[in-house]
């Protein structure tokens, strides 16, 4: 991860967009100012968010319907969100974890304005 954050050449794993921070991507520390941030959420508002979004920067209307399709649909075949129960109670449990959740994850926390009490995301 460390070699992964210096932008230094390494080899891809499948893994890595599960785990490493979202920060990490996209030259995000470098190009900050220029992005615009969506929070996902698993709810309508984030779609429409998202189309409306598509439809500004002039993606075509056909294109905008399958992605609407697809965003919508129920569950995908990698789908981890049914596991995150077990995963946060078993966080809550270690404190040895929880400090290298926060150490790795800090700045995920910051730059997209999520709270960082445990209890808000636990």
């Not at 996902?40 to 500004?56: S, V």
């Not at 959740?101 to 995301?121: A, E, P």
């Amino acid at each position: 991860m460390r070699r992964h954050a210096e932008h230094t050449t390494l080899l891809r794993w499948e893994r890595e967009h599960h785990f490493y921070p979202q920060s990490w991507y996209c030259d995000f520390d470098r190009r900050y100012d220029t992005y615009r941030f969506l929070r996902y959420d698993r709810n309508g508002a984030f779609i429409d968010e998202l189309l409306q979004m598509l439809t500004e920067v002039g993606v075509d209307s056909h294109r905008i319907k399958d992605i609407a399709t697809v965003i919508t649909r129920k569950s995908v075949l990698h789908d981890t969100h049914e596991h995150a129960p077990r995963i946060l109670d078993e966080l809550a449990k270690s404190p040895k974890l929880l400090a290298y959740i926060y150490k790795i994850y800090y700045l995920d926390f910051v730059w997209f304005g999520y709270d960082l009490t445990r209890n808000s995301w636990m």
